[in-house]
């Protein structure tokens, strides 16, 4: 059974940081790109990064280019998002999603799984 959990979000201050985590289980990490995406209030979810299989490609939305960074350690099955520089505007709950598509899909209707998501949020 495949199951993807986020953890990490919490309040912090604008100019503030939050990593988040997601750990995977019941897939082989590895074979699979990961996504997060977020979704504000009253807002669509959102394409915010994607890694692919090789740890070294990876492609981010405008929005958090140069403030946030995707990263996954295969080994642990867990896929990072450190975030920086956080913006009131940043607020939502973000999510994890993995997908076997090859590349750096942004989509979410290429992903296969989802999890559950977890809350940030910025104050001004």
């Known amino acids: 059974q495949v199951q993807l959990v986020e953890s990490g979000g919490g309040l912090v201050q604008a100019g503030g940081s939050l990593r988040l985590s997601c750990a995977a289980s019941?897939?082989?990490?590895?074979?699979?790109?990961m996504g997060w995406f977020h979704q504000g209030p009253g807002k669509e979810r959102e394409f915010v990064a994607v890694?692919?299989?090789?740890?070294?490609?990876?492609h981010y939305a405008d929005s958090v280019k140069g403030r946030f960074t995707i990263s996954r350690d295969n080994a642990k099955n867990t896929v990072y998002l450190q975030m920086n520089s956080l913006k009131p505007e940043d607020t939502a709950v973000y999510y994890c999603?993995?997908?076997?598509?090859?590349?750096?899909?942004?989509?979410?209707?290429?992903?296969?799984?989802w999890g559950q998501g977890t809350q940030v949020t910025v104050s001004s």
């Open positions: 999603a993995a997908t076997t598509k090859y590349g750096l899909p942004y989509r979410i209707s290429e992903y296969e799984y």
């Open positions: 890694i692919g299989w090789s740890s070294s490609v990876t």
């Open positions: 019941g897939f082989t990490h590895s074979n699979y790109a």
